[in-house]
């Protein structure tokens, strides 16, 4: 990316990371990053474009974090508390009204690229799963099917309003939620 483009894609990561996608505008972003809107304009076609960009890098950085942990020779224990922390690094400072504008998207375009971006993580995922469970490091009496079910459910439950209430912030419920998959579906 130019600077200017570097300028507006962070500008905008940190608005929308931090007050959601519908409580940011590009004039919001134009001055977060100290860029006129033409300038906006010439470099993205509107802010959902910019967004599909924010998510598909998100998405491609937590799958390379994802993929060099799963190589890694440590213990699977270990293995999924540097998941969870490399996580963590990634969401931190996430609203619930992010969470809650990607979950209830309405752009159309957006809402196919969330949906198509979440199934190829998705898929990685299960597939590093299913090798785990081979490996005996995944339970054998839980099945896969319930598992990807379950991992596909983890963000409803963020909307849950007595979980809301237990943790205080988005984060950190998506970090318990993460660890509750995990750690009951490891073999003792």
Known sequence: MGKTKDKIYYAAKELIWKNGINSTNVAD???E??????TFYRKYENKFELLQGIIEHNYEEFNQQFIEIFQKEIPFNEKIMDLIFAQSELLKGISKNYIVDIMKQ???ELKAFIQKTNKKHNDLVMQHIVREQRKGNIR???SIDFLNFFRNHISTLMFNEELQKIYPSSEELLIQLTKMFYFGAVKR
């Not at 990053?33 to 033409?38: F, H, L, P, Q, T």
């Open 140 to 142: 054998g009496d839980v």
């Open 29 to 31: 972003i134009c001055k």
């Open 106 to 108: 309405e752009n159309a």
């Open 33 to 38: 990053a100290g860029v006129s809107k033409m």
